[in-house]
């Protein structure tokens, strides 16, 4: 077991690894993160999610561009492919059936492949219809898959207008389906408002609220 000192300073070389989108650092520091038996979870969440948020910064500020962004991603996913193998969560929460996707107009989908990893790691079923998914395709696959839950993601403030909509479309077909709300842009207010059933920050918190709507 490494110790917090070293466990922090292999997530500090992860979050660098991203925001250096050097993937074979980011790969070899996954590994260690095995071996040091350090909890993947936090390595997902500290160090991978970390660098993420620090790389949104420098886009922010004009630092960073679209190109640098798109090699950020490869290193993430690079160092989430060795993690997610052992990404799994004994807990005795009820496990379901889940459709996920990123709404229309909007691209950005690493958050919600995060989700989706979570939730595979927690043992749920889950059917991912990628990004920029429209209205009626969200409705049709919900009544195929008869999912449990519907999971929304948007990472703009323009594709989130989407969501009431698609909320109203998923009720009115099948009142009993839930739906979890979640993105940057994204709040528990804004979730009310939209009239999701659920809204969680974060990957680790979205398996969690899931699990607490259909216990
Ligand atoms: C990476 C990135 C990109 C990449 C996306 C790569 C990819 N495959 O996803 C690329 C380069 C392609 C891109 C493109 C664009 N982008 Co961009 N991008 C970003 C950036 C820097 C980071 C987003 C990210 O991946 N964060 C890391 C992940 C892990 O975090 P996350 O997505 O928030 O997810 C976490 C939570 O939100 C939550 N979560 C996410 N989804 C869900 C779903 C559920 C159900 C739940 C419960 C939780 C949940 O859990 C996740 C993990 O913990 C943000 C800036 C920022 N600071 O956020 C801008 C940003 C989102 N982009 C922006 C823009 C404008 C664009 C472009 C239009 C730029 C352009 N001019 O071309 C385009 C096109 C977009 C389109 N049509 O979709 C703006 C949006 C502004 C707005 N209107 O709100 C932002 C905010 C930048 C800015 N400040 O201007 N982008």
């Known amino acids: 077991m490494a110790s917090e000192e070293k466990t922090r300073e292999i997530l500090k070389a992860i979050q660098d690894a991203v925001v250096g989108y050097d993937e074979e650092t980011c790969e070899r520091l996954c590994s260690s993160v095995l071996e040091e038996g350090i909890d993947p979870h936090r390595a997902v969440v500290e160090g991978l999610t970390g660098g993420m948020e620090r790389v949104g910064e420098l886009y922010n500020s ?78 049709e696959e919900q009544k195929k898959a008869n999912t449990d839950i519907v999971a929304l ?9 989407a969501m009431p909509k698609i ?5 009115a077909q099948n009142p009993g389906v839930k739906v979890l709300v ?34």
């Open 182 to 215: 979640g993105g940057a842009p994204l709040s528990q207010e804004i979730a009310q408002r939209y009239g999701a059933d659920a809204y969680a920050p974060d990957a680790v918190a979205a398996v969690k609220r899931a699990a607490d709507l259909i216990g």
């Open 62 to 139: 004009q630092e960073y561009f679209v190109p640098e962004l798109l090699l950020c991603a490869d290193a993430l996913n690079a160092g989430l492919n060795v993690l997610k193998p052992h990404l799994k969560i004994e807990d005795a929460a009820r496990k379901g059936k889940l459709l996920i996707g990123v709404v229309e107009g909007d691209i950005h989908d690493i958050g919600k492949n995060l989700v989706r990893i979570m939730f595979e790691a927690a043992g749920w079923d889950v059917y991912d219809l990628g990004n920029n998914v429209k209205i009626e395709r969200f409705v």
């Open 153 to 161: 993601s948007a990472l703009m403030t323009t594709s989130m207008l």
């Open 167 to 171: 909320i109203g479309a998923l009720k």
